[in-house]
């Protein structure tokens, strides 16, 4: 099973931008769709994006898009939430979670992700003035 760490959280601005990292073990199978997902206090587990190892296909929710973006740092086993004009809704605790058999395409898979995803630790973000 795969290992993930998730950095980078902490108290910003509105309005303000933070990149989120998460750091995976090596992976057992090929390819694999590293997502984030954020869960604010008393509110569900939310999936925010997707992205595919196999071709660096990318998906947003709609709650994010325009906004986030997910990316990879080369071909290292690190990857990024870039969050930029952050509100105060944005709080939460960051999660970033690993699955091999759910595929990025027009869509991601969050559901299947929690069922069978591999996930972090979290890391706390708190947009306030």
């Known amino acids: 099973q795969v290992q993930l760490v998730e950095s980078g959280g902490g108290l910003v601005q509105p309005g303000g931008s933070l990149r989120l990292s998460c750091a995976t073990s090596a992976f057992t199978y090929d390819f694999y769709t590293i997502a984030w997902f954020r869960q604010a206090p008393g509110k569900e587990r939310e999936g925010l994006s997707c992205?595919?190892?196999?071709?660096?296909?990318?998906y947003y929710a709609d709650s994010v898009k325009g906004r986030f973006t997910t990316s990879r740092e080369g071909d290292k086993n690190t990857f990024y939430l870039h969050m930029n004009n952050l509100k105060p809704e944005d709080t939460a605790v960051y999660y970033c979670?690993?699955?091999?058999?759910?595929?990025?395409?027009?869509?991601?898979?969050?559901?299947?992700?929690?069922?069978?995803?591999?996930w972090g630790r979290g890391t706390q973000v708190t947009v306030s003035a």
């Open positions: 979670v690993a699955e091999h058999s759910v595929v990025v395409t027009s869509t991601c898979s969050f559901a299947a992700l929690v069922d069978f995803g591999s």
């Open positions: 992205f595919s190892t196999r071709n660096d296909a990318t």
